[in-house]
């Protein structure tokens, strides 16, 4: 099984600060790597697909980047909505899928 | 515009048992592979189950292998979880999801929250 280990746990950031949140895999996932946000109450939404492509309607602030084991979303400018818990996941080599324990991106 | 509503999720005793459902609309069930996944209240997400378009093919994780049985009905666009045994540790909310050719999910319902309590 890949474990999925996210950092950091709690990113506290100021609306309009720039956030990096790292996602590593226990092994190499290629880039078969997603992102999705969930805001409280709510379902998660698919955010990044394929380490760095962007689901549709996702606004250009946030990107993804890597491949192999090390992972990053980038959200370049916070705005409000955007403070929530991100989750990444691999589906490279399942079953199972596997995701990692979220960085919740909390206002500083 | 892609819509997964799931139902069944209540109070239950440990050891009972339990039948979720996803009523699915706004694209070709039969044509994707969906998913369950769960998230204990206050706590990350967990993978669960799969199946394939056609039902031949079904995955578990380890934590409800042999409790827990997928199962869909294309003509009716529904997904179904049956939970046998149930655990405290299985108190969650349960989400169908669809998932995108053998890759990643795209879409999720809002989740049905199943309580397992005595």
């Known amino acids: 099984e890949i474990v999925m280990t996210q950092s950091p746990a709690t990113l506290s950031v100021s609306p309009g600060e720039r956030a990096t949140l790292s996602c590593r895999a226990s092994?190499?996932?290629?880039?078969?790597l997603a992102w999705y946000q969930q805001k409280p109450g709510q379902a998660p939404r698919l955010l990044i697909y394929?380490?760095?492509t962007k689901a549709t309607g996702i606004p250009a602030r946030f990107s993804g980047s890597g491949s192999g084991t090390e992972f990053t979303l980038t959200i370049s400018s916070l705005q409000s909505e955007d403070f929530a818990v991100y989750y990444c996941?691999?589906?490279?080599?399942?079953?199972?899928?596997?995701f990692g324990g979220g960085t919740k991106v909390e206002i500083k | 515009e892609v819509q997964l509503v799931e139902s069944g999720g209540v109070v239950v005793q440990p050891g009972g048992s339990l039948r979720l459902s996803c009523a699915a609309s706004?694209?070709?069930?039969?044509?994707?592979?969906m998913h369950w996944v769960r998230q204990p209240p206050g706590k990350g997400l967990e993978w669960i189950s799969l199946?394939?378009?056609?039902?031949?093919?079904?995955y578990y994780a380890d934590s409800v292998k042999g409790r827990f049985t997928i199962s869909r009905d294309n003509s009716k666009n529904s997904l179904y979880l049956q939970m046998n045994s149930l655990r405290t540790e299985d108190t969650a909310l349960y989400y169908c999801?669809?998932?995108?050719?053998?890759?990643?999910?795209?879409?999720w319902g809002q989740g049905t929250l199943v309580t397992v309590s005595s």
């Open positions: 999801a669809k998932g995108f050719l053998s890759t990643y999910i795209d879409y």
């Open positions: 706004g694209f070709i069930f039969d044509d994707y592979i």
């Open positions: 199946i394939s378009w056609d039902s031949s093919i079904t």
């Open positions: 092994q190499s996932v290629s880039s078969s």
């Open positions: 394929g380490a760095s």
């Open positions: 996941q691999q589906y490279n080599n399942w079953p199972p899928l596997t």
